[in-house]
């Protein structure tokens, strides 16, 4: 038995509980896994209040760091004793101990720490496909990252910093403000005090951009539209402040041609290879020291229900974890 967080019906964090779960052992190509550290996500959030459905009761979390502790049969390339991190498999990271397909999980590189790795494979990762892969940002760009003192935002600002890039973004205080520029952002807008698309066009002299992602959806949606130049990427991959409501696609051919996507880290990591490659990309950065991840908060693994409270509320900086 093991010690997991779950939820039996949808609704707040009130809904989440610990409770006494059977693990059992690895069958073919499954590996056993005792957490060290477990990462704290918005997409949680959306699990738990059922934006994102799932079968009831269910378990909870994307992202962990731990120690193999067995190994099924046909596994040959993970063994007992190896640190591993993941941000792919079903839900259920919340917990002391579970099982996991090996194809799953990337072997964390020596000098990068269990709590590091739990608090960048998720965030990370989708920094990745972000900056590397929808839009590849180079030397010259300018961009905008929305919430750029949370989690993924730090990491997009260092990222496409080391790129060349020149980075805009939004923030809801002057602390994150401070934060965000410490990690290689170059302008930040108080959303809560300034129009964040007059201060663009501001800064852009009126250029406008060829990029914005977007983590806050109903909120940013029609503003980040027209700052974008013709031809311009949104990127949409969350909705903090809720949905995007019913849009007419002919928005799109109005302000310039603008491309529009809503990605999740799922499709693109969607094989061992691409999710290989990609951890590697990230790791790399890590270690050169270009990107730095940063945890700001630690619960216990049985205050997850503060976690997320602390999370929603926006009282939260750059990365969290829980400790089992």
């Known amino acids: 038995m093991t010690k997991a967080i779950r939820f039996h019906q949808t609704g707040g964090p009130e809904v989440l509980k610990l409770d006494d779960v059977d693990v059992g052992a690895p ?34 979390g994307m992202e962990a760091a731990g120690v193999v502790l067995a190994t099924g049969p046909d596994v ?157 990427k949104m990127v949409s991959f969350g909705q903090a402040s809720g949905p995007i409501p019913p849009v007419d696609l002919g928005v799109f051919a109005q302000k310039g041609s603008l491309f529009f996507t809503r990605p999740t880290l799922f499709n693109y990591a969607d094989t061992a290879s691409n999710l290989r490659a990609m951890s590697e990309d990230l790791f790399r950065v890590v270690a050169s020291g270009e990107v730095k991840i940063q945890i700001d908060q630690k619960f216990a693994l049985s205050e997850a229900r503060s976690a997320h409270e602390a999370l929603e509320s926006r009282k939260t900086t750059a990365s969290t974890i829980l400790i089992p």
């Open 27 to 60: 069958e073919a190509h499954q590996i056993l896994v005792r957490h060290t550290a477990i990462g704290l996500n918005y997409i949680d959030t959306y699990h738990r209040s059922g934006l994102y459905p799932l079968p009831l009761p269910s378990m909870i």
């Open 76 to 232: 040959n390339d993970i063994k007992s004793g190896d640190r591993i991190a993941y941000a792919c498999p079903p839900p259920g990271s919340y917990c002391e101990e579970r099982l996991i397909d090996s194809d799953k999980v990337v072997v964390i590189p020596p000098g990068v720490s269990d709590d590091a790795a739990a608090a960048m494979m998720l965030k990370g990762l989708t920094a990745q496909y972000l900056v590397r892969q929808i839009h590849k940002v180079s030397s010259g760009d300018t961009i905008l990252i929305h919430a750029a003192a949370g989690g993924v935002g730090l990491i997009v600002c260092q990222w496409a910093k080391a790129l060349g890039a020149t980075v805009i973004g939004t923030v809801s205080t002057e602390e994150k403000a401070v934060l965000a520029r410490s990690n290689g952002c170059d302008h930040t807008i108080l959303y809560t005090k300034e129009d964040f698309l007059e201060r663009v066009l501001d800064i852009t002299d009126g250029a406008k951009l060829p990029v914005v992602f977007d983590s806050i959806g109903k909120d940013t949606f029609e503003k980040s539209l027209d700052c974008l130049r013709p031809l311009g």
